[in-house]
């Protein structure tokens, strides 16, 4: 069964305290692996997009990083503004089109 | 101003109240998606369009309807719904497969 799971489900650091997001995945005909911040409340946020093994993308305190089986969300010297909800979707194809698979995300709280 | 319209935002109808959902995008997106969240469950497909007139079952679509009349507009609705559908439900677009998806606000529905 194709699937995305993330880990760990909630993480807590305090500001400056570097850490990663793990995102695995499970599916076929991957078209793309895409990282979303979601705040309370709100609709989800576009990070950045990762189509291919051994491919990174980086903007401010975040990299993203790809590999075949994983994606990693490395966060640096983070800071409070930072708290929020990472979600990992991949983009397959499926026997109509292309589905959206979302992992379930990770809950990060930053600490002042 | 760029963005994805959902409404109404907050509907609290009961069990069999036929309801629509609608969504409409101004960026000319090819590709438009309806998604549920759930506690601990994260976001979950329901149906998306590659283009006009041609749509497609996500990962949940058993109890809702969409159609793709206009590229600009998606509408969600539920027939019959049913207090398992009570949920906070997103609408999204993209200018295509691979591309990333912009959201919008979400309409938090309540089934009595």
């Known amino acids: 069964e194709d699937q995305v799971t993330q880990s760990p489900e909630a993480l807590r650091l305090q500001e400056g305290e570097s850490s990663s997001l793990n995102c695995s995945y499970t599916v076929s005909g991957l078209r793309g692996l895409f990282w979303y911040r979601q705040d309370p409340g709100k609709g989800p946020e576009f990070l950045f997009t990762?189509?291919?093994a051994g491919e990174e993308k980086e903007k401010e305190r975040l990299k993203a990083t790809l590999t075949k089986k994983e994606s990693f969300l490395h966060i640096t010297a983070p800071k409070p503004e930072d708290s929020a909800t990472y979600l990992c979707a991949v983009q397959e194809r499926d026997t109509g089109g292309f589905k959206t698979i979302f992992g379930a995300g990770t809950r990060l709280f930053v600490k002042a | 101003e760029a963005q994805v319209t959902q409404n109404p935002r907050y509907l609290i109808t009961v069990t069999g109240k036929k309801l629509t959902v609608t969504c409409s995008q101004n960026?000319?997106?090819?590709?438009m998606s309806w998604y549920r969240q759930d506690p601990g469950l994260g976001l979950r497909q329901i149906y998306y369009?590659?283009?006009?007139?041609?749509?497609d079952k996500g990962d949940v679509p058993e109890g809702y309807k969409v159609s793709r009349k206009e590229k600009r507009n998606f509408p969600l609705i539920l027939e019959s719904p049913s207090p398992n559908q009570t949920s906070l439900y997103f609408c999204?677009?993209?200018?295509?497969?691979?591309?990333?998806?912009?959201f919008g606000p979400g309409t938090r529905l309540t089934v009595l």
């Open positions: 990762l189509y291919s």
């Open positions: 999204a677009s993209s200018p295509g497969v691979g591309n990333e998806q912009f």
């Open positions: 960026m000319n997106h090819e590709y």
């Open positions: 369009s590659m283009n006009v007139e041609v749509t």
